[in-house]
């Protein structure tokens, strides 16, 4: 989450400010922090934009602090704000990170006591939190007030001092039309969820004013966070240079993926829509027999298209004609597993398999069709019967 | 001839390699099958009546008529079973009864005890007839008629093993107990030690068999045993008997599987 673009005005009528125009292209998330006597404003922007109020702090008689939110607003390239109030001064504060508002925070001090004011304690449930303050005191000036995360050392030391880590000063309102309300404004994201208590100080010495402070709080989308490069395989890896569409080379030589471009951009098309297959027989009363497989290919010959149905048992079986194609020889050896996937690892739809051993020595049928045949896409068929369904 | 065990070589059967015409098979069926001698095999009519022509390219003669699978109703005289030729042969053939596990018993006939004239089993036309059987027909894919008879000599009868092996799928837990699934098929071989001086002719019987692609038959014409339809073993061996001109060949013989019941 980062800090797009700024701007701050003051009045000069005494009644309302308008901001010069700024670039929130890309905006998510705009802040508004308007300041002046009595803490009652209205601001509007030139886009059209609504603002959500939230509470406003006051510390009479000169000492009013609101702010405002806009999540997600419509985007512009010259976009001007203007509020209305007391004398007011306004600071808009445009953010790049989509998020919500999770909380908010403020107190008022009276003049006199001392130069701190804690804005109150926010405790994020889930890290990544941007917080937004601001600051008003009933002087002159704001005197570099300091923001900085309440438990952490002020260190002055370091120009420019007023920006105090994970704080940072943005902009310092100084006497406003001759009215004793200035102010400041600051922002800080912090990865965490510790709590965060936004305190204001004035180091130096302009007395005691009576002051105001809000901070406002919004989570942030985290950037997803890489993980780490997997160990090197111990193996050789020259294939990964040949691996262009994803699936080819070594175990542990490719990234999973990474630089797959689909060749095929257009529909899917439907998943054919099979009826529920017959009822088999059922086994009942046959304890200790056997059932005979057989398979089924249907060779579709190239290019008259004509389909030959191919039987080839484990032992020759002499069916009736009409009985799932009648007679088939023997030659089949084995049959593998029938596996069913739902899906390939990009999402395709893949065919079942199965593996089929059979000897062709009896009449090298295969080997014949093979001469000038292929058997891809041919349909194969694995059935079961006992003998007595086969009577 | 009773009483001597009969064999025949692979290049015996007159009917090798001839697809028989006659009464066509029911569809997906084919009369090419008779021809492959694979007993397993099968041919199957949609008729009870059936007539088989094999056609010679010469005239041959026939001395012993092996069936090992088919579907013909038992008896001996008369049968469903006729075989006659063009020179005038006409025998009604002894159909034995299955075996206890429902396979056939191989039908075996000697044609020279039957028909004693060889001119009148010397033909180039064979004809194997099935008459009125209880059920339509099916026959294994192994039909042949060996000639010369081939009498094995000496004979193996005094002192032979019979062993027979039941197709199945068996798995035996840590409990010892079997699951048993009965493949209803079965395969039988006879190991016998022949003691002869005939090393040349019993060798050209392995090697006829051509290394058990052209089955041949051994019959030792034993109460209990018929005759069986199959191949030697792959290995060969003749140990000589030290001083003398005998060998002592050790004969496993292994009948080509009938498939399962008909």
């Keep these: 989450m980062a800090l797009l673009a700024q701007v701050h005005a003051q009045s000069t009528n005494g009644t309302d400010a308008t901001t010069a125009a700024i670039d929130i292209t890309g905006a998510e998330i705009v ?361 | 001839m009773a009483d001597v065990t009969i064999y025949a070589r692979g290049g015996d059967n007159i009917l090798d390699g001839i697809t028989p015409t006659g009464t066509a098979p029911s569809s997906t069926y084919a009369l090419s099958a008779l021809a492959l001698m694979q007993p397993a095999a099968r041919v199957r009519w949609g008729a009870s009546t059936v007539s088989l022509v094999f056609a010679l390219g010469s005239s041959l003669r026939g001395d012993v008529l092996v069936i090992p699978a088919h579907n013909l109703d038992a008896g001996t005289s008369p049968t469903v079973l006729t075989l006659t030729n063009g020179a005038g042969l006409s025998l009604s053939v002894p159909v034995p009864a299955d075996q206890a596990n429902g396979l056939p018993a191989t039908i075996v006939l000697d044609l020279v005890e039957a028909e004693p004239n060889p001119t009148t089993r010397t033909s180039n036309s064979w004809t194997l007839t099935i008459t009125s059987n209880s059920v339509n027909v099916t026959l294994g894919g192994a039909i042949a008629i060996f000639g010369p008879q081939r009498i094995l000599d000496p004979d193996i009868r005094w002192g032979y093993t019979v062993r027979e092996e039941a197709g199945q799928v068996i798995t035996r837990n840590d409990y010892l107990t079997r699951y048993v699934v009965n493949l209803r098929t079965y395969e039988r071989s006879i190991v016998a030690s022949i003691r002869t001086t005939d090393l040349e002719g019993v060798r050209a019987w392995f090697h006829e068999n051509a290394a058990g692609s052209a089955p041949g038959l051994l019959w030792p014409q034993l109460t209990g045993l018929d005759a069986y339809l199959g191949i030697w073993e792959p290995q060969f061996e003749a140990v000589n008997v030290e001083g003398t001109e005998y060998y002592d060949i050790r004969l496993t013989f292994t009948e080509l599987s009938k498939g399962k019941p008909i």
């Design chain 1, 31 to 391: 802040v508004v922090f308007v300041g002046d006597k009595f803490g009652a404003s209205l601001i509007s922007d030139s886009l059209g934009n609504t603002y959500e109020a939230r509470s406003a702090y006051v510390n009479l008689p000169d000492s009013g602090l609101q702010g405002w939110y806009a999540i997600a607003p419509t985007t512009g390239t010259a976009v001007t704000w203007t509020v209305t109030g007391d004398v007011p001064w306004v600071s808009v504060l445009v953010f790049d990170n989509a998020g919500a508002f999770i909380a908010e925070s403020g107190a008022s001090a009276p003049a006199g006591v001392t130069n701190l004011i804690k804005s109150g304690t926010i405790t994020p449930s889930s890290p990544g939190v941007l917080y937004v303050s601001a600051y008003l005191n009933d002087t002159d000036a704001a005197g570099v007030a300091i923001c900085y995360k309440d438990g952490n050392t002020v260190d002055v030391s370091l120009p420019p001092y007023w920006s105090q880590p994970p704080f940072q000063t943005v902009h310092q309102h100084l006497q406003v039309n001759l009215q004793h309300h200035s102010g400041a404004v600051a922002y800080a994201v912090d990865v965490t969820s510790d709590p965060m208590n936004a305190s204001w100080v004035i180091p130096f010495s302009v007395g005691f004013p009576a002051r105001v402070a809000m901070t406002m709080a919004f989570v942030a989308t985290l950037a997803p966070v890489p993980l780490p490069t997997p160990p090197a395989p111990q193996i050789n890896c020259t294939p990964q240079s040949n691996v262009g569409n994803g699936g080819k080379g070594a175990a542990g030589c490719n990234t999973g993926g990474v630089g797959f471009v689909p060749s095929y951009t257009g529909p899917w098309g439907d998943v054919p829509d099979h009826d529920d297959p017959d009822e088999g027989e059922t086994l009942t009363g046959k304890d200790g027999r056997g059932v005979e497989a057989w398979i089924e290919l249907n060779h579709i010959d190239y290019p008259s298209g004509d389909v030959t149905q191919i039987l080839r048992a484990q032992v020759p079986l002499d069916d009736p004609s009409d009985y799932e194609g009648g007679y088939k020889t023997d030659g089949l050896l084995a049959i593998g597993d029938v596996e069913h996937s739902l899906g390939n690892e990009r999402g395709g739809f893949e065919a079942a398999t199965v593996d089929v051993q059979l000897t062709d020595a009896r009449d090298d049928t295969f080997r014949d069709l093979a001469d000038d045949q292929e058997f891809e896409g041919d349909e194969l068929f694995v059935k079961l019967a006992s003998d007595e369904a086969r009577a």
